[in-house]
């Protein structure tokens, strides 16, 4: 049975910081893009970020330079971590595998066949 498990949500002041983990089993994702997306209440899921089989990275403009995301393929495990946080960044954040053989790396959610359960990140002001 494949799972993705998020780990590290939690409250934390503006300004802050937290690490997000993604635990995957079942299967390896090592040559799969893997990304973050969010949900704000009353709003949409969003991508956040993402890295490819080859650990190329991308970021939505509104978390460049502030937050990280980085895979360890050895523990199948995928990481965000969030600096310099903003109330704006609360959301249930999702980790999600992209298994299509092409790599390329979508901002779409229906493009990603594995989640996780979500961890809630709550940032005040």
């Known amino acids: 049975q494949v799972q993705l498990v998020e780990s590290g949500g939690g409250s934390v002041q503006a300004g802050g910081s937290l690490r997000l983990s993604c635990a995957a089993s079942?299967?390896?994702?090592?040559?799969?893009?893997m990304a973050w997306f969010r949900q704000a209440p009353g709003k949409e899921r969003e991508f956040v970020a993402a890295?490819?089989?080859?650990?190329?990275?991308y970021y939505t403009d509104s978390v460049k330079g502030r937050f990280t995301i980085s895979r360890d393929t050895a523990k199948n495990s995928m990481y965000l971590q969030m600096n310099s946080l903003k109330p704006e960044d609360t959301a249930v954040y999702y980790c999600?595998?992209?298994?299509?053989?092409?790599?390329?790396?979508?901002?779409?959610?229906?493009?990603?066949?594995?989640w996780g359960q979500g961890a809630q990140v709550t940032v005040s002001s």
């Open positions: 890295v490819t089989g080859s650990d190329a990275t």
């Open positions: 079942g299967r390896s994702f090592s040559t799969y893009v």
């Open positions: 999600a595998a992209d298994t299509r053989p092409s790599g390329i790396v979508s901002g779409v959610t229906y493009h990603y066949d594995y």
